[in-house]
């Protein structure tokens, strides 16, 4: 590799990061170049890798303006080997204070596309390298419109009383079935939105619904229709039962606000909220696996 040149960026070479063919258009992801218009994106936290003055890797770390801690990885696209990605990432993590947290954008059902597996097999392979590990997977899901199932009738749906109605129900429920944005919330914000959703999304309760059973709660979701994408912030059940109509209401909820798309994030391995999200009409946009230092507590 000695005709390797590994470096940052300097300030106007954003032409050089995109001079590289994007290996998977086919993923909703901002331009660099608008991030770094809007500040996200800094050359200093962007890294290639150049061989006979063609980039053949390259590395952007993202931090959102007035975000706190460190940034985390956001774009890594690699056309040499592994060891070629493995030696950008070391050269960056000694720039940036060691290694964090990165999160591997894939298309959906990237595991059965062949077409894909070549394009990632070698950045995820020199994540591996660099000394980073998987910690989990997490999906992206949109609904565009799908016809809603009807209601039972069993359930009725009413915004919470104030604040304090969300934060006890939150309290009660160990793991919400659909957290959005969770990732953006803990980077940004310090905020876990799984304890603590009102910190990162406010305290008005208008866009938040009760589901009841004669009375008795047995769910609880956030939605926001103001953010990047009108969104299903939280969803939380007493009762798993109440799983089916009480994603219907949160789409409703956003739908009779004007939105024409929501956005859904589950955790991979919850099969059957997965299952639940797309009889509701929702599909896979996309995956993001997260890669943490090998040091990292989980």
Do not use: K
Not at 105 to 124: D, F, G, I, S, T
Not at 149 to 169: K, M, T, V, W
Not at 180 to 197: C, F, K, Q, S
Not at 253 to 260: P, T
């Amino acid at each position: 590799m000695t005709d390797l040149v590994i470096r940052p960026l300097v300030a106007g070479e954003e032409n050089l990061f995109d001079s590289m063919p994007d290996p998977l258009p086919q993923l909703r992801q901002i331009a660099y170049a608008d991030g770094v218009a809007g500040g996200g994106y800094r050359p200093e936290n962007t890294w290639v890798a150049l061989r006979a003055g063609r980039v053949v890797g390259r590395a952007a770390w993202l931090l959102p303006p007035g975000a706190g801690g460190a940034p985390w990885l956001d774009r890594f696209d690699l056309d040499a080997e592994p060891e070629v990605g493995a030696e950008l990432l070391r050269a960056a993590h000694d720039a940036l204070g060691g290694p964090g947290l990165y999160y591997a954008a894939l298309p959906a059902h990237w595991r059965r596309r062949a077409e894909v597996l070549a394009v990632v097999r070698a950045p995820m392979a020199a994540a591996r390298l660099a000394g980073l590990v998987e910690r989990g997977e997490r999906l992206r899901c949109s609904w565009t419109g799908t016809p809603l199932p009807a209601s039972s009738g069993r359930y009725d749906f009413r915004p919470p009383a104030d604040a304090a109605e969300i934060n006890a129900l939150v309290a009660r429920i160990a793991v919400p079935d659909v957290l959005t944005g969770v990732e953006i919330a803990r980077a940004v914000g310090g905020v876990d939105l799984a304890t603590d959703p009102l910190a990162w999304l406010g305290d008005s309760t208008e866009e938040w619904r009760v589901a009841r059973q004669a009375g008795t709660p047995v769910g609880l979701v956030g939605t926001a229709g103001d953010a990047c994408y009108p969104l299903l912030a939280y969803l939380g059940l007493l009762d798993e039962a109440a799983r089916p109509e009480l994603l219907v209401e949160a789409v409703r909820v956003l739908a009779a606000g004007g939105a024409r798309e929501v956005i859904a994030d589950v955790d991979a391995h919850q099969v059957a909220v997965l299952a639940e999200l797309e009889r509701t009409g929702f599909r896979q946009l996309r995956s993001r696996v997260v890669f943490a230092p090998s040091n990292a507590p989980e």
